[in-house]
């Protein structure tokens, strides 16, 4: 493993060689961070997550549209988990990096042919514009500071590559109001009720919650924190704003149609539910110039 990324390792790096993965040790840890390791450490759960989470052929389609062929490229994801962005996608790339912080997913990554690091997103171990593509999928909203993790992410972007992200929350559309932040305070016992929801356990709720550090009401990303990060950056910024039900139509402007209940918290907090603003997540599609 450490062969295939020593090229393009910075010359101060800490490197500790693992079974699974190389190591960049995370001396100060954030409680964020220690939740999101806890969390995606757990085999069950990341099996679960990789089993069930962006594994649609929405996605799939979405994603290769954004990233157009991968084949000989050098990709690195940040956030990677058990490692869905591949597993769903396929392909050939030339190295496959990915990095989290949490080892047993960094296990199951390595199975489907990731270079496995474990390292703290806003001080990666590699030297700038070698990557021919970073990706960043449901990972910036898991992150205390997010612009800084992006801002992180493009540096390593090669001039003439391309840096994608998706499945974070948008702000506007989750900034409910009234009774809509009323409801949204009580999900938590109406799933228990009704047996619905992702987390089968509280334990497991407790610990997805936790490390959900941006999805949540007055939270999440917005178009002027792409552009304002990676424009100084040298990046074209694209930002599509979707209902995660859609494919490639995403990157031609169409956003898709949320679930009733979210459709109905936007109403209830005064926006209109078919608007940009009320669209579920932001997919930003940025090319380094």
Request: one cysteine or more.
């Amino acid at each position: 493993m450490l062969s295939k990324i020593t090229p393009f390792l910075r010359s101060d790096a800490d490197v500790q060689v693992q079974e699974h993965y190389v190591e960049i040790p995370i001396r100060s840890a954030s409680e964020g961070l220690r939740a999101n390791a806890y969390y995606f450490n757990h085999p069950e759960w990341a099996q679960e997550y990789l089993t069930y989470c962006h594994r649609s052929e929405s996605f799939r389609s979405r994603w290769q549209a954004a990233l157009g062929d991968w084949t000989d490229k050098v990709v690195v994801d940040i956030g990677c988990g058990p490692g869905n962005v591949f597993a769903t996608l396929q392909g050939k790339p030339k190295l496959l990096i990915g990095v989290d912080v949490a080892p047993g997913s960094l296990e199951l990554a390595k199975q489907l042919g990731y270079t496995t690091v474990l390292a703290d997103a806003t001080s990666l171990p590699f030297v700038s514009g070698f990557a021919d593509i970073v990706v960043l999928n449901a990972a910036l909203h898991h992150c205390e500071d997010m612009a800084a993790v992006l801002a992180e992410a493009a540096r390593l972007v090669k001039p003439g590559g391309l840096l994608v992200t998706d499945h974070d929350p948008q702000r506007s559309a989750w900034d409910y109001k009234g009774m809509a932040k009323l409801l949204w305070d009580g999900r938590l016992i109406l799933y228990k009720l009704t047996g619905r929801g992702f987390h089968k356990t509280d334990s497991q709720q407790q610990w997805g919650l936790a490390c959900e550090l941006h999805h949540k009401p007055g939270h999440g990303v917005t178009k002027e924190m792409f552009q304002g990060t990676l424009q100084p950056m040298g990046f074209e910024v694209a930002v599509y704003p979707h209902n995660h039900e859609l494919g490639a139509e995403v990157l031609q402007g169409r956003k898709g149609k949320a679930e009733l209940k979210y459709r109905l918290g936007n109403l209830l907090s005064g926006r209109n539910p078919g608007s940009d603003d009320s669209a579920l997540t932001l997919m930003c599609v940025a090319h380094r110039n």
